[in-house]
Every structure is written in structure tokens, then in C-alpha cells.
């Protein structure tokens, strides 16, 4: 069974950094990892993903040279390195995985499990 947990949210300023984390088990397939994130009131989007064998990395448009996504195999965790923080990337924060091979799209209806998510505040 697939479970992922994240951790790392929390509250900065503008211009500042978070790390996610994001520990996954079960996942015993060629799969994408990614993060995603939403505001209330508004649709879940792609913030980046990765293809876990390859390396492969895609990136939203307004996170491009902001925001890293890597992964340590060893121990089986994701992360999302956000630096320059700005106000519009306030909100909460999902890992996701699905099946994939090669290219790992950013769209959320192609991921099949979601951690439970961990809140991303950046104040002005």
C-alpha cells in the first residue's frame, strides 16, 4: 500500500525558503513523484514532479528557477527546496505519486495517491 507523508510547512516572509519533505513507502513500480498545492475555493495545481527512475524533472511556469524537486532513494523521500518565497505560493502543499515512465505530467487527475498535505504560508 502507497502512503506519503509530508512534512516541512510552515510561515515566512517574502523571499524566503522552505524545504518539504515528503516520505513515501509501498511504491514498487516505475512511478512520477510530484508536488502539487491549493488555495481554498481554487483547483489543485502542478508545482513540479519527477520521474523517480530517471531523474527526470518538470517544473510550473511560476515556479521555474525558484523551486527544486529531488529525491534521496535511500531513503525514500521527496523534497521541494522553495526559495525567493513569494505571497501567491501561500497554500497547502500535497505530495502525489502515480505510474509513469519517462514524462511525469503536472496535472493532478494522473496521480493516484495524496499525502495529507502541510500548510505553506508566505507573508508580505
Known amino acids: 500500500q502507497v502512503q506519503l507523508v509530508e512534512s516541512g510547512g510552515g510561515s515566512v516572509q517574502t523571499g524566503g525558503s522552505l524545504r518539504l519533505s515528503c516520505a513515501a513507502s509501498?511504491?514498487?513500480?516505475?512511478?512520477?513523484l510530484g508536488w502539487f498545492r491549493q488555495v481554498p475555493g481554487k483547483e489543485r495545481e502542478g508545482v513540479a514532479t519527477?520521474?523517480?527512475?530517471?531523474?527526470?524533472?518538470y517544473y510550473a511556469d511560476p515556479v521555474k528557477g525558484r523551486f527544486t524537486i529531488s529525491q534521496d532513494n535511500a531513503k525514500s523521500t521527496l523534497y521541494l527546496q522553495m526559495n525567493s518565497l513569494k505571497p501567491e505560493d501561500t497554500a497547502m502543499y500535497y505530495c502525489?505519486?502515480?505510474?509513469?515512465?519517462?514524462?511525469?505530467?503536472?496535472?493532478?487527475?494522473?496521480?493516484?495517491?495524496w499525502g495529507q498535505g502541510t500548510q505553506v504560508t508566505v507573508s508580505s
Open positions: 502525489a505519486a502515480g505510474r509513469g515512465a519517462g514524462y511525469c505530467y503536472l496535472e493532478p487527475r494522473r496521480y493516484g495517491y
Open positions: 509501498g511504491i514498487t513500480y516505475s512511478s512520477c
Open positions: 519527477m520521474w523517480t527512475r530517471g531523474g527526470n524533472t
